[in-house]
C-alpha cells in the first residue's frame, strides 16, 4: 500500500497508541488475575509495593533501561510487560498498514484489544473473561451493521450461532475421549465473537485455521510428554505420520502416498487416543491463544 505523508504520520501515532495502551492491558491482565480494580491502586512493584514514578512506565524503553528489573527492589520484572507492550503496537501498525483510514481498522484495533487480553489471561492461568468475548461478539454485530460493505447483520447473528455449534460440537466430541469438558466455556463465546464479526460464510475456515494453530501448541507438548512416558509406539507413529505427510507433499498426492497417509493417521489416531484415554488429566490446554492466531491470519492474509 502506498502511504502518503499524512498517513505514514498517523501510523507512527497508531503504533504509539498501540504500546501505551499495551502497557494499560498488562495493568488489565495483571489485575483481572487478582481481582483488584484497574484504575486503583496507581501502578506499584508487585515484591516492595513501590509506587512507580512515570519515567518507569515507558513501554518498552523503561523495561530496557532498567534492565528488567524493579527500579527500586530489583525484583525482575516479568516479559510480559514489554512483550504486550510490543505486540499491541505491531498489532496495531499492520491493522493500519492493512486497512488504512477505515472501520475495519477502528474495530480491528478493538478486536486485537480484546484477544491479547485474553491470550494472556489464558496463557498465564487459563482464565478468560467471557464479558470481553461477548463485548467483541456485540461489537462484530454493530460492525456488520454500519459498514455497508461487510456481511450484514443477519450473517453476523447467523455466523455467531455457527461458532457457537462448531466448538460445542468440539467439545461433546472431546467428551467421549476425556474426562470433563474438552474445550473451555470461554473458547465457545470467542468463536460465536468471530462468526458475529466474519459471518456464517467465513467462521468455518478462521474456526480451520485456529485447529491448525492449535496444533502447534499441542504437539510438542504432547510428543514430550510421550518421550517422557517411554511410549515409542506414539513416537514412531507419529514420525510416520509427518513422514507420510513429507512424501504426500513430494509426490503431489500420488494415490500411494494418500493411501500411506491414512494409514498413518489412523494408527496414530489408534494410539492418540487410547493415551487420553488412560490420561486422568481434567485440564484443558489454553484454546484462546489458538483462536486469535487463527483470526489474526484470516484478518490480516485472508480478507
Ligand atoms: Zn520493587
Redesign the pocket.
Known amino acids: 500500500m502506498n502511504f502518503t505523508g499524512l498517513e505514514n504520520y498517523i501510523l507512527i501515532w497508531v503504533i504509539i497508541t498501540g504500546l501505551c495502551l499495551g502497557s494499560f492491558y498488562n495493568v488489565v491482565i495483571f489485575r483481572s488475575l487478582s481481582d483488584e480494580s484497574i484504575i486503583y491502586p496507581p501502578s506499584k ?1 508487585p ?2 509495593g ?1 509506587r512507580l514514578k512515570p519515567w518507569h512506565n515507558i513501554p518498552i524503553l523503561s523495561y530496557i533501561f532498567l534492565r528488567g528489573k ?1 527500579a ?2 530489583k ?1 525482575k520484572i516479568s516479559i510480559q510487560y514489554p512483550l504486550v507492550e510490543f505486540l499491541t503496537g505491531l498489532l496495531f501498525g499492520g491493522i493500519f498498514i492493512k486497512f488504512g483510514m477505515s472501520w475495519t481498522t477502528l474495530f480491528g484495533i478493538f478486536w486485537i484489544s480484546c484477544l491479547i487480553i485474553m491470550t494472556a489471561t489464558d496463557l498465564k492461568e487459563k482464565v478468560v473473561d467471557c464479558n470481553i468475548a461477548i463485548a467483541m461478539g456485540i461489537s462484530g454485530l454493530i460492525f456488520s451493521f454500519i459498514n455497508s460493505g461487510w456481511i450484514g447483520a443477519k450473517d453476523s447473528l447467523f455466523g455467531a450461532l455457527i461458532g457457537i455449534i462448531i466448538i460445542e460440537a468440539v467439545a461433546l466430541i472431546g467428551k467421549l475421549f476425556k474426562k470433563g469438558r474438552a474445550m473451555g466455556e470461554a473458547d465457545t463465546y470467542v468463536a460465536g465473537a468471530f462468526g458475529a464479526i466474519a459471518g456464517w460464510h467465513d467462521i468455518g475456515l478462521i474456526l480451520i485455521y485456529s485447529f491448525i494453530a492449535s496444533m502447534l501448541f499441542i504437539l510438542p507438548a504432547f510428543w514430550y510428554e510421550r518421550y517422557k512416558a517411554k511410549d515409542s509406539l506414539t513416537i514412531f507413529f507419529s514420525a510416520l505420520f509427518v513422514f507420510s505427510i513429507s512424501l504426500f507433499i513430494l509426490f503431489n498426492g500420488v494415490y500411494w502416498t494418500i493411501i500411506l497417509l491414512i494409514i498413518a493417521g489412523l494408527l496414530l489416531s489408534y494410539t492418540v487416543i487410547k493415551s487420553m484415554k488412560a490420561e486422568d488429566k481434567k485440564t484443558c490446554l489454553p484454546f484462546v491463544p489458538a483462536l486469535s492466531l487463527g483470526f489474526l491470519y484470516f484478518l490480516m492474509f485472508v480478507l
Open positions: 512493584c515484591k516492595c513501590n524493579c527500586f527492589c525484583e
